[in-house]
């Protein structure tokens, strides 16, 4: 209600976390954390999907612990998971799923660098995918490529599943998935206010032309959409 007045005048009330926490950070350009603050209510209700161990190249796991909002956290491999649920250990307010979300398989095979080599940087434990070739784009052999079945299940399903009427913020980062996973969101039944997602373009995860049908479909959904190098921000109008 208050800021529904400020906003009259130009102005809204945020948290003072927010200040303490980034705007510290005068050289920075974090428009997630400023569209999260900018909707952060008691309700307040997340889905990651893709969370990997809950930390490294996290975007929202300061923000969502920091906050102690609640939510549902779904990383897909076993290992990571198990990283997951020790660092979300003391957020028993997030729910954390060990799946994957698909279209329209109970069970997939994802690819991924074998854990047991120890010769490659941190940030590859986190590129399991769905597509067997998505190695090479950050030039990995074959032969150090490995193979596992994870359980799936739709994005409807989970809504249906797990009761979910609202989503704040939808965070996704499934490795060239992404804009499948967008594609299955039925609008009219839960519609994000917020929802971040990895586009890759640069790294050649997807091209243009799957990238402007997914920016049309957000558009058609009364989205704006703010590009960043390697993820994209869609948010409703009315935030």
């Not at 640069?202 to 058609?220: H, K, S």
């Amino acid at each position: 209600m208050i800021n529904k007045i400020l906003g009259k005048f130009g102005l809204i009330l945020l948290k003072k976390s927010f200040y303490t926490s980034h705007f510290r950070l005068r050289n920075q350009f974090l428009p997630l954390s400023q569209l999260f603050y900018k909707t952060l209510h008691d309700d307040f209700f997340f889905v990651q999907i893709g969370a990997n161990d809950g930390i490294s190249f996290d975007p929202i796991y300061e923000l969502v612990t920091k906050e102690k909002v609640k939510g549902i956290a779904i990383e897909p491999m076993p290992d990571i998971f198990k990283l997951l649920e020790k660092n979300y250990d003391k957020h028993p307010n997030v729910k954390l799923l060990n799946l994957a979300i698909h279209k329209d398989q109970t069970e997939m095979k994802m690819y991924r660098v074998d854990p047991k080599k120890t010769n490659y940087p941190d940030w590859t434990k986190g590129t399991p995918s769905f597509n067997k070739d998505h190695h090479k784009l950050g030039n990995i052999p074959e032969y150090d490529i490995i193979e596992e079945s994870v359980k799936c299940i739709s994005f409807d399903a989970l809504i249906k599943e797990y009761s979910i009427n609202r989503i704040d913020l939808l965070q996704i980062d499934t490795e060239g998935y992404d804009l499948e996973i967008i594609k299955m969101i039925n609008f009219n039944q839960i519609s994000p206010r917020i929802i971040s997602f990895e586009h890759g373009m640069r790294q050649g995860i997807i091209n243009m032309n799957r990238f402007v049908e997914c920016q049309t479909l957000l558009f058609e959904n009364d989205y704006n959409i703010i590009i960043l190098d390697n993820d994209a921000i869609a948010f409703k109008n009315n935030i």
